[in-house]
């Protein structure tokens, strides 16, 4: 895994001045509990609060929570690759339509190790 930090929410929202109660105030059944626990690392963001936190900040949730898309992509292509090799032995049109969704996921991930965050 990488070495750079594991969130950048409490920057993108340090650098509009917005508190933890603001912040959390702007999103639908948000708090400044919740939005603490997700800057600190002790609980992923969900999915809402994901695009929430990108719309409101106009970057891409790879960019606020790196670790977190990481790891979110490493388990998606380990569990692509199971599938591939289950799929192994299937000649169906249905299998081979599953196969080319699971070929092209290296090509379509949302993080690249070597990227930087935008706009820090």
């Known amino acids: 895994m990488s070495k750079r930090a594991s969130c950048y929410l409490r920057t993108h929202r340090r650098r509009w001045g917005l508190t933890q109660k ?25 999915a809402a609060e994901l695009l929430a936190y990108a719309f409101l900040f106009g970057v891409p949730p ?3 929570f790196p670790r977190f898309t990481e790891r979110m ?6 569990r692509a690759a199971q599938m591939s090799k289950a799929l192994e032995n299937d000649s169906t049109a ?6 080319g969704l699971l070929r092209r996921l ?12 935008t706009d820090l």
Do not use: N
């Open 94 to 99: 249905l299998a081979e339509h599953k196969h």
């Open 73 to 78: 992509v490493e388990s998606v292509m380990e």
């Open 22 to 46: 603001e912040l959390g105030g702007l999103l639908p059944g948000g708090s400044r509990r919740r939005v603490s626990l997700v800057e600190r690392g002790i609980t992923a963001p969900k």
């Open 106 to 117: 290296p090509d379509r991930s949302i993080f690249d190790i070597g990227d930087k965050p």
């Open 62 to 64: 790879r960019d606020l």
